[in-house]
């Protein structure tokens, strides 16, 4: 029994592992708090958008607006982290989002919203979260004393924003039902005084004196060149962006099937999400609890086909208990994609390209969407939601096939980069070679 206990209490330890570096538990502390407050305010926006307008298109529409800044800034967001300080850009972008959300709520709460207000406001955090996004993504390796413990710090992001995504919905939809929009609005803009403040006690050694960069434009030329004249960063970006074109844009047609199949409201829409974040929440603590990076690639693979067959069994759905259970399964494979995704692109890129590498991760998740998103709503409004997430599932197993039969060429080259870096040795290596090929270890 106490061996069980131990190997459990070694299990937890081992999830958790990052959460031992000071300013690593400040950030995952205010984030947390923070991150429901921001997914209160998306679901919030996504019902108001439709309440008001009662259209799919206008709910693409104004989605598409929110996120299109992702694709334009997203590059000069990363260049920004890669010249600046990311503490004190950070500080200055969880401010600015802050003020949007406290505007959002005057405006509800006074009952002078209308859509366009909506559709500007949302643009305007856009813009912000190009800059935050890429800055936030880089700045973790900077709380870690130890760059080995960077995939599992990755991992618990992504835990602790699906933690978020488990709660602000559901809270989300019980308050647009009981007192309306604008309460989440403001709860948002309240939440982001815990990560500015996580933000403003943190202790982070001098960086010494500052490197001669190049223009902002030419160490933007280097990062497309550096990202995709690389084929494992090339790939893993294309296969990002095409999951999120093509599948991400279920979110956004969430209230039709909320609304519209399942006869439900606010409360049903955030089961739905809710259910989902169940899922993504499972995906991020089992991606915590990986110690290696190795297999990634394979799993990157069955992930992405998780999410487009769960996305093609949602929209012949009707029936909510099988819808949530489906959702489930379409957070859990959404969440591993990305994960894996991102831990794979952070190491193995160089240290002082981190910052636009990862605006160009965010340009293929976020970046997308939008246009999916626009998609998505003009389609739904032709052919019906359900047909929409058919094709959009079917598009997201084909490119998961696609990127399975890259997958041996694109291990072999990143390999030498991971020897190189210690994440993995020679004779290890040697070992995950001969696992592949079906070869028999030496006696």
């Not at 996120?67 to 967001?77: D, E, K, N, V, W």
């Not at 029936?319 to 259970?325: F, G, I, K, Y």
């Not at 692109?345 to 970046?367: P, W």
Request: proline share 3%; with cysteine; charged share 10%.
């Amino acid at each position: 029994m106490n061996a069980t206990l131990s190997s459990t209490n070694s299990g937890i330890s081992a999830i958790f592992r990052s959460l031992k570096y000071r300013n690593y538990r400040l950030f995952f502390a205010g984030q947390s708090l923070s991150l429901i407050g921001t997914w209160m305010q998306r679901i919030a926006v996504s019902w108001l958008a439709y309440r008001l307008s009662n259209s799919t298109l206008v709910l693409g529409a104004v989605a598409f607006s929110g996120q299109i800044p992702s694709f334009i800034f997203a590059p000069l967001g990363g260049v920004a982290a890669d010249r600046y300080s990311k503490h004190r850009l950070l500080i200055a972008t969880q401010t600015l989002a802050m003020l949007q959300a406290l505007i959002l709520s005057i405006l509800v709460l006074s009952g002078n919203i209308r859509i366009w207000h909506l559709a500007l406001l949302s643009a305007v955090l856009g813009v912000i979260n190009a800059f935050d996004m890429p800055t936030r993504q880089s700045f973790v390796v900077e709380m870690l004393d130890d760059n080995r413990d960077l995939s599992n710090a990755i991992a618990l992001n992504s835990s602790m924003v699906n933690s978020a995504r488990l709660l602000g919905p559901s809270i989300a939809g019980i308050l647009i039902a009981a007192v309306g929009e604008g309460a989440c609005f403001l709860i948002n803009a309240i939440s982001y005084l815990a990560v500015i403040i996580s933000l403003m006690m943190m202790k982070l050694a001098s960086g010494g004196a500052k490197p001669k960069h190049p223009h902002p434009l030419q160490q933007l030329k280097d990062a497309f060149i550096y990202s995709f004249g690389f084929a494992p960063i090339r790939y893993i970006i294309f296969l990002l962006a095409l999951i999120s074109l093509a599948g991400m844009p279920y979110a956004v047609l969430m209230p039709v099937f909320a609304k519209d199949v399942l006869h439900g409201g606010s409360a049903t829409f955030g089961f739905l999400m809710g259910a989902s974040g169940i899922g993504a929440l499972t995906a991020a603590l089992y991606m915590a609890a990986r110690k290696t990076v190795l297999g990634l690639g394979k799993l990157l693979v069955a992930a992405t086909a998780i999410f487009g067959l769960s996305i093609i069994v949602f929209s012949f759905s009707n029936v909510l208990w099988l819808s949530m259970t489906i959702m489930f399964f379409a957070g859990f494979g959404m969440m591993v994609n990305l994960a894996s995704c991102n831990t794979i692109l952070q190491t193995m890129v160089d240290d002082d390209k981190r910052g636009r590498v990862m605006s160009i991760f965010a340009m293929a998740f976020m970046g997308m969407v939008p246009f999916g998103s626009l998609i998505a709503g003009a389609l739904a409004h032709r052919i019906g939601a359900g047909h929409t997430l058919l094709i959009g599932g079917l598009c997201c197993i084909a490119a998961g096939a696609a990127f399975a039969r890259k997958l041996p060429v694109l291990r072999k080259m990143i390999r030498p980069i991971y020897i190189k870096k210690g994440i993995i040795t020679e004779a290890g290596s040697a070992v995950q070679t001969a696992a592949e090929l079906n070869i028999p270890p030496e006696r």
